[in-house]
């Protein structure tokens, strides 16, 4: 009698090569789907920011070509309106916003976001020609995460319509 030796099935190398370049790919594949995440949170925490940033900004500078310049500290601007109560615009530091009082600083609401933090504002201020020239700098972070953490600089001048 002959005994046939027709063995079916993988060896043991075979299965431990496989397993092997399994788990390279797998562990590959999630590193660069995790990468991506990470770059997708820190991409929607730069809109955030551009975005918050931009409307009070944009919102500064309308109100300081509408108005008069009475005073320009670090931290706070005061406009005058003839028609309606004077108008500041500070750096609360505390809250890490910027916060618009109108007729005095006690009455105060934040024009940005709780959801982004600012670390630096600065308001500077010249006279050009008769007009008031303000410049606003400011410096704001977003995320909570280190690894998707941004944090963006921003700057715009306005000067007044009105001679003063």
Known sequence: ???SSNHK???LIELMVALSIFS???FVATSTIITVM???RKAQNVKLLVDNLSFALDS???KIREGLVVSVANTEIHLFYPASNDLYYRFNSDAGSIEKCIGNTDNCTAITS???SLRNVLFTGNNVAGRSM???S???EAGGVAQSKSSVTMQTTASTRSNI
């Open 24 to 26: 390279i790919v797998s």
């Open 60 to 62: 500064m500078s309308f």
């Open 134 to 136: 303000i410049t606003i």
């Open 1 to 3: 009698m002959s005994s």
């Open 114 to 116: 709780p959801e982004i």
């Open 138 to 140: 400011v410096l704001a």
């Open 9 to 11: 099935g993988f060896t």
């Open 38 to 40: 990470n770059s997708y």
